[in-house]
């Protein structure tokens, strides 16, 4: 069983929700990410979203955009991603990984020789927001085959073709973007979401995550009430961005601590 699903399962029979933060490896420096994800944990995380930072990261809002961009000019690439992993799990072996980026540098490296290298790193999940499941079947086999989880994202536009795609293929949970628009917009209708997550259910029984424009706990709460998993990301990133590298896990233990808070207050 993976460290995904054993996860979505024990937060299951508790009656809680899965609170899944985003960071980007190597933002603002690599020396600080297995530290911040240390941090996340002890604030409640259930699952860390590790951002692969990228040059064209077309999904993201100008938060994560940054983000990207800080990583990259301080030398991070797919492979200290993996390295950055391996550090983590020297001590912690029970929180799940998942990959979040695009396929650019996975083409680069070749589909099975990142999944070889993710797995034996400790990562457990995939999520490559530029993979639609259309075009995913091989590269979905290959993951699975070592031992790792497919996720994908499903829209307010997603088709029930799409769904349905996305639910054949996926394993851990998918990721619903729960507006029209990039990470970090503002504009999230929680009733929305609410309207559209049957459609999803009724296609598939993982757990299913909302992210795109959460921000504070009075919504993370709002949206663990209808769904599986909360997703945050922008949010995080702004808090990292306006600390010093000495502030900056205590400043994002505190707000994730806060979002677990209204999580389980909601629950």
Same mark, same amino acid.
């Given at each position: ?19 899944? @933060? ?6 603002? &420096? ?10 996340? #944990? ?17 999904? &993201?809002? @100008? ?12 030398? *991070?690439?797919? %492979?200290? #991603?993996?390295?950055? #992993?391996?550090?983590? %799990? ?5 929180? @799940?990984?998942?990959? *979040? ?5 996975? +083409?680069?490296?070749? $589909?099975?020789?990142?999944?070889? =290298? ?14 639609? @499941? ?7 086999? $290959? *993951? ?18 799409? /769904? ?34 049957? =459609? ?13 424009? /959460?921000?504070? =706990? ?7 009430? /209808?769904?599986? $998993? ?7 990133? +702004?808090? /990292?961005?306006?600390?010093?590298? +000495? ?19 909601? =629950?």
């Amino acid at each position: 069983m993976s460290r995904i699903k054993s996860s979505f399962d024990r937060l299951n029979a508790q009656g809680r929700k899965a609170l899944i @933060p985003f960071i980007t490896a190597g933002d603002p &420096d690599a020396a600080l990410t297995v530290p911040l994800m240390h941090a996340l #944990v002890e604030a409640g995380a259930d699952i860390i979203e590790l951002g692969v930072p990228f040059s064209d990261p077309m999904a &993201d809002g @100008p938060t994560i955009q940054r983000a990207s961009e800080r990583a990259l000019a301080k030398g *991070m690439s797919l %492979r200290k #991603v993996f390295e950055l #992993v391996v550090t983590f %799990r020297a001590t912690n072996q029970e929180t @799940p990984i998942v990959l *979040m980026g695009y396929a650019n540098p996975i +083409e680069a490296m070749g $589909a099975e020789v990142f999944a070889a =290298a993710a797995s034996k790193s400790g990562v457990d999940g995939v999520l490559v927001v530029d993979y639609p @499941p259309e075009e995913s079947a091989e590269f979905s086999v $290959a *993951m699975k085959q070592h031992g790792l989880d497919p996720i994908f994202l499903l829209a307010p536009t997603s088709t029930e073709e799409r /769904i349905a795609g996305a639910a054949k293929l996926a394993s851990g949970y998918v990721y619903y973007v729960s507006l029209k628009g990039v990470t970090g917009s503002a504009a999230l209708d929680v009733g929305a979401v609410a309207a559209r997550l049957p =459609a999803i259910r009724e296609k598939t029984g993982l757990p299913v995550g909302v992210g795109f424009g /959460i921000r504070d =706990a009075e919504t993370a709460g709002r949206i663990a009430a /209808i769904a599986d $998993a909360v997703v945050v990301g922008s949010r995080i990133i +702004e808090e /990292i961005e306006k600390s010093t590298p +000495e502030t900056a896990c205590a400043n994002v233990k505190a707000l994730v601590s806060s979002i677990r808070r209204g999580m389980d207050a909601a =629950a």
